[in-house]
């Protein structure tokens, strides 16, 4: 089935994006969500305040925005939790653009149009197919009206759509008292896309303790029906592509998107508890196997290359143990090398469904491996 899609310009093979989340702090986990099928990533964001002062301690900046009880409204992780500055941010992007074919689109937080604009640049210069502005400001001063509010992020667009050719998507809030409107100001001002809706921190109160407690409720498909709604609203009134964000976590969820009028449907929290479920269960299997290393553990590798070994092995004459480690570790990095870098039919076999995708890749790399080996021993042994 042809699933292709144009979002804010860009071709895309189907319409799954990774929306910014922790996940692409690594550059292997841009590979990983690749593989897995993304036609997008969107990078985590880089904050305005780590821009202007890269090295400081500082506040986050809507708790500098909302100077009485701060903490009840931090509604998004701490600056801290981003350890990126952004020389190592605009570097990371970089090296994932080089990484994978896919597009990756580079996401700014911040409210002010003073000082870190030119960063929007130097993420286009970094090959940053698009930039998503995750714009947001907590409007706490009671001297500050609506209209004030919604300059704030107006100016903020036309800055960065004056810093770069590359195209720029507006991620808004549900908190705008007039939705539509906001929606119309933002395509006026030359928005290629609206990511429809972040979703933030919620802090408690924990009453054992009797503090705030920040918290991170992680979404599920109820939370879908907000965007699905405002898209729904807002398709054919304005020009700019729709993005949906939030609550989605099916392939349910995705039509549902589409039916809406969204070109793209874009998920984190899926992402984040599969990624997390995956690293629980791989550490498990470590520790109960004892091994010493606690790090994921895949059993389909394990089987692709003991395949390597166990097809190669009959073919060869390893006669000294001298044989035997050159056979051990040729095999160990063919299998590994063609695990990879998967030239085709390996990347093919792992778009088979359900396990068989998952376990068909890496026995199909465990024979490769051994072909190359065999191939090896003859010429060099
Ligand atoms: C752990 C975590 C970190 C996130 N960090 C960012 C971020 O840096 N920038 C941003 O624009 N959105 C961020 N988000 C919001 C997601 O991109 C997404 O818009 C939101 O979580 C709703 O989608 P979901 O229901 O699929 O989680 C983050 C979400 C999570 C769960």
Known sequence: MDLRTTYMGLELQNPVVASASPLSEKLDNFRRMEDAGAAAVVMFSLFEEQIKHENAAIEHLITSGAESYAESLSFFPEIEDYETGPDEYLNLLRRATEAVDIPVIGSLNGITNEGWVETARLMQEAGASGIELNAYYIPAKVDTDGRNVEQRYLDVLTAVKAAVSIPVAMKLSPFFSATANMARQFDEAGADALVLFNRFYQPD????????????????SRDLLLPLRWISILYGKVEADFALTSGVHSAH??????????????????????TAAGLWASEEEAVRRGAK??????????????????????????????????????????????????PWPIRAC?????GIGIVADDLAAGYFAAFALLIGWKIFV
């Open 205 to 220: 109160f924990d009453l054992d303790e009797l503090e705030v407690h920040r918290t991170l409720e992680l979404s599920d």
């Open 253 to 274: 969820d995705i039509l549902k998107a589409m039916m809406a009028g969204a070109r793209v449907a874009m998920t984190a929290a899926a992402l984040v508890t599969a």
């Open 293 to 342: 290393d606690p790090g994921p553990v895949v059993v389909d590798e394990i089987a692709g290359q003991w395949l390597t070994y166990l097809v190669a092995l009959p073919f060869l004459p390893v006669l000294t143990s001298t044989h035997l480690v050159v056979f051990t570790a040729a095999g160990f990095l063919l299998f590994r090398f063609f695990d990879v870098v998967k």
């Open 350 to 354: 792992e778009k088979l469904p359900g």
